[in-house]
C-alpha cells in the first residue's frame, strides 16, 4: 500500500467513527504508563555485565550511592512515586555554591575522602576513582570542586613536592583543613602553558621567591575554588633566578588566611556565571610582589639553594617541562572516564523513555508505536550506546595503566590519556545532544537532567587540554615514534603500533554480514586506516620540511592528516579494549550481546568516518554493504536496549522523571503534592 493510500484509509476510519458515534466529541481512552520490564525480558545477568563497566569497587560505589540518598542535602525529590536526587539548578549561583560546600562537609564527616591523597597503592587509588566517578554521576560541579582540591592541589603537592611537602600539606588537605585551588591558566595563555606570563624571581637576601603578575594578560584566570574559598594555591609561573628564565615551575602561595580574608598583596574576582558548573567558585588572581618562604617551591625536578643557585638534575630545558607536565595526567583520566558516566546516565534516561513512550500507528486502527520501535530511534540511540560500551572498556584500561604507572609508561599514559580525554568527551556531547532530542519537549526540564547536562558537560572539551590540540599532540607522538623506528631500522614496540610490523591488511573486495562481524576483520580495517594515515602525516611533514619548512610548522601546516590520525589511533586503542573484554569471558549470552554492541562499535566508526572512503580503504559498495549492516544491528540490538542499561548499574534515584512513570510524575496531583 502507498503512502497516500494508506493516510487516506486512515482518514476515512476517522471520519466513520465520528459519524457513527452518538458522541462524536467523546475521548479516546487515556494512555497508561507500563513498566519495560513487563515486556523486556532480560537475555543476559545485568549484574555480570555491570560487573564488567564499572570493573572495580562496586560494594563502595553502592555504599556512597546510599549515603548521598540519605541526606537531605541532596536535594531528595518525589516525582511519580519515586525518589529522584539531582541538584537543584534553580538556586543561585552564590546557594549552589554554597550546596558545593556543605555536601563536601557531608562526605568528608562519613569518611569518604579517607586514604584520597595518604594511601598509597593499586587499591587505594581505584577506591578514589570510584568514589569520584559515583559523585560526580550526581553533580559534576560537586566532582569538578573536589577534583581541584584532590587531584590538581594535592596531585601537584605528591607529584611535583618531595617529603617536606608530603609531610607539610597532604593531610591537612585531606582533611580540608586548607583548601587548595591550582592556579595554571592565565587570561593570555591556556592550552600554551610554556607561554604563561606570571613572574616569581628569588630574593637570596631573605631566603624568599617573590611572585608577580606583570600585566593584566597574566592574570589567572578560571581557577576553580579562587572566587570564595581556596586558602592555598599552586602557583605556575616563570622562575626567574639572577636574570635567567630557567621556565615553568611550581609553588605554593596562600591566598586567604584561616578567616577567609583575601592576603595582602592578592586580588581576586569572581569569573562570574557560567553556562554550566555553577557550584564551583571560579576565580582570576592577580598576584602583587607576593613572598614565599623559599621551601614553598615544589622541588621534585628542580630547586634553588638558599645562596639562589638553581639545582636540577634534568639539563635540557624541554625535558624539564615535560616532567613538570607529566603527572598532570590524572586531570585527563578522571576526565575521560566521567564524561562517560555521563552518556551512561543519558543514554539510561533517553532509552527508558523510548521504551514506554508512543507516537503514531503504523495501521489505520493500530495501536501506537513505542519510540524505540522505530528504526529511526533505533540509529540514533544505539550506536551510541554500543560506543558508550566501547569507551567503558577503554575507560577502564586507561584507569588500570595509570594506576599501574611506571617512569617508563609515562609516555603511552600521555598519548592514550590525551586521545581518551577528546573521544570521550566529543562523544559525550554528541551523546547528550541526541538524547536530548530523543526525549522531545521533556529533554528540556531541568529535571530530567539531560538537556542541563549539556551546559555541565561542555566544558570537558576544552579544559585540561584543548581536544583539537590533544589530538594533534597524539599525532606528534605516532610520528616521533614512526622516525625513531624508521631510524633504528627496528619494529615499531610502543603505542600498540606493533601492527605496523606486520603485512598490510587487504579489505576484500565485497563484504558480506559475517565478515563485517568479524573482529579480525574489524580490527585490519582500523590497522590499515592508522598506517596508512600515519605514512601519509610523515610524508606530508617530510616534503613541507623540504620545502623550508620547519617541523612544527609543518606538522601545523598538516593538521587535517592530523586529525584524522589522531582518531585512527584512539578508535582502534578502543577497539582493542573491546576485544581484550570480550575474549576474556567464556561463551554465552553475555560474551554474544557483547560481540553485537562491539561489532556495531566498529561498524559506526567506518560508517562516520570520511577517511575510510576518502584514502580508498572501503569501496563505496562496502560503505553501503556497512550501512546496511549497521541498521541490521540496530535491530538485533533492540530487545537488549533495557538490558543494556540496566546494566550501568545506576540508581534509579540518579536517572530522572521520565526514566520512570512520566504520566504519574506530571499529573495533577503530583502539581498538588509540590
Known sequence: MDRVTWRTRVLLNHLNQLSSSSNPLSPNPCLGFSPPELSEPFEFDTKEMRKLLDAHNLEDRDWLFGLMKQSKLFNPREAGGRVFIAPDYNQSMEQQRQMTMKRIAYLLDRGVFKGWLTDRGVDAELRKFAFFEVIGIFDHSLAVKLGVHFFLWGGAIQFFGTKRHHDKWLSDTENYAIKGCFAMSELGHGSNVRGIETVTTYDSSTEEFVINTPCESAQKYWIGGAANHATHTIVFSQLSISGNNQG??????????????????VRIADCGHKIGLNGVDNGRIWFDNIRIPRENLLNSVADVSPDGKYLSAIKDPDQRFAAFMAPLTSGRVTIAVSSIYSSQVSLAIAIRYSLTRRAFSVTPNGPEVLLLDYPSHQQRLLPLLAKTYAMSFASNYLKMIYVKRTPESSKTIHVVSSAFKAIHTWHNMRTLQECREACGGQGIKTENRVGHFKGEFDVQSTFEGDNNVLMQQVSKALLAEYIAAQKRGKPFKALGLEHMNKPCPVIPSQLTSSTLQCSQFQMDAFCLR???????????VSQRQKQGESKEYSIILSYQLAGDLGRAFADR????????????LPAGSLKNVLALLRSMYALICLEEDAAFLRYGYLSTDNVAAVRKEVSRLCAELRPHALALVSSFGIPDACLSPIAFNWIDSNSWSSVERH
Open 248 to 265: 615553568v615551575h611550581a609553588l605554593i602561595a596562600q591566598i586567604r588566611d584561616e578567616n577567609g580574608n583575601v592576603c595582602p598583596g
Open 530 to 540: 592508522e598506517r596508512d594515515l600515519l605514512n601519509r602525516f610523515a610524508m606530508e
Open 573 to 584: 586503542a578502543i577497539l582493542q579494549t573491546f576485544i581484550d573484554a570480550e575474549a576474556a
